[in-house]
């Protein structure tokens, strides 16, 4: 049997890539208010992980499980993971810091499952989701900030300037696992060409993966999608999605993440001149 692959839900995979390539996705924790509204979000428990990992180790006949879940800057859930590895002997779970969320560990885990179908070990499947990581980027369109703000995931030079981006359509990118602040536009006619011109710029005029993901703003997602297809290179291929659950708590309605996985890592591309 293969090296099993396995992720949480704020990788944010559609069902059918998760029945193809047989991934295993464990549910973050989305807490309620008393009128019934999603209101935060809780990390998996080390024995909720453990418990997990032992399962598709015994599927995989204890070929290897390689963990690949949100940062740690941004949950809980990766020391959880960490210390549930540990239960397990030689290195037969192996958890990877991401420092991402979203679709670039979907991505992440869309390749090592790839890879481990068609027979590959452990070490390789880690090796196929560590180089996907390097060359994506993960950006966030916000139509406001209140809740991110309130999530106090935002990194600490950001939240000083909370007050001052009140009034404007912040982009924010995910640099060392954290949301920092990546521009800031008046309407999101500009935020999205921004988007475009950030996404075109890294990839260097060569394919790429983008995924976007949308929280009730299937309209202006479907707009960014096309303004994308229309410029990326030949080859380059586009989901868009609903977000999942645990992200749209924390990004507000109207929220758009997107993901790109390109294909050079930062050190090795040229901007397009």
Not at 79 to 93: G, M, N, Y
Not at 214 to 227: F, I, K, R, S, Y
Not at 250 to 260: E, P
């Amino acid at each position: 049997m293969p090296v099993r692959i396995i992720t949480d839900s704020s990788a944010d995979l559609p069902e059918e890539v998760i029945e193809e390539l047989d991934i295993t996705v464990v549910d973050l924790h989305v807490m309620r208010d008393e009128e019934g509204h999603d209101s935060s979000t809780s990390g998996l428990s080390s024995l909720e992980l453990t418990a997990a990992y032992a399962r598709q180790l015994e599927r995989g006949g204890d070929e290897g499980v390689l963990a690949l879940h949100l940062s740690k800057e941004l949950s809980s859930t990766w020391s959880a993971a960490v210390q549930a590895a540990a239960v397990f002997p030689d290195d037969l779970v192996r958890v990877v810091d991401t420092g991402s969320v979203g679709m670039a560990v979907g991505a992440a885990a869309m390749a090592a499952a790839k890879v481990a179908s068609e027979g590959a070990d452990l070490d390789e499947c880690h090796d196929i989701a560590v180089g996907t990581l390097e060359r994506s980027a993960t950006w966030v369109y916000l139509h406001g900030i209140e809740e991110m703000r309130k999530s106090g995931r935002m990194s600490a030079a950001t939240t000083v300037q909370s007050a001052v981006l009140l009034a404007t359509k912040p982009i924010m990118q995910i640099r060392g696992g954290r949301l920092e602040l990546a521009g800031k536009t008046r309407t999101q006619s500009k935020a999205f060409t921004k988007l475009v011109e950030l996404v075109i710029e890294r990839a260097g005029g060569d394919p790429a993966f983008v995924a976007i993901q949308h929280n009730d703003a299937d309209e202006a997602a479907t707009d960014l999608h096309n303004m994308l297809a229309d410029v990326l290179p030949e080859g380059s291929s586009i989901m868009t999605m609903l977000m999942e659950a645990t992200l749209a708590v924390h990004t507000g309605a109207g929220a758009i993440g997107l993901s790109a996985v390109f294909s050079a890592r930062p050190e090795d591309f040229s901007p397009v001149s």
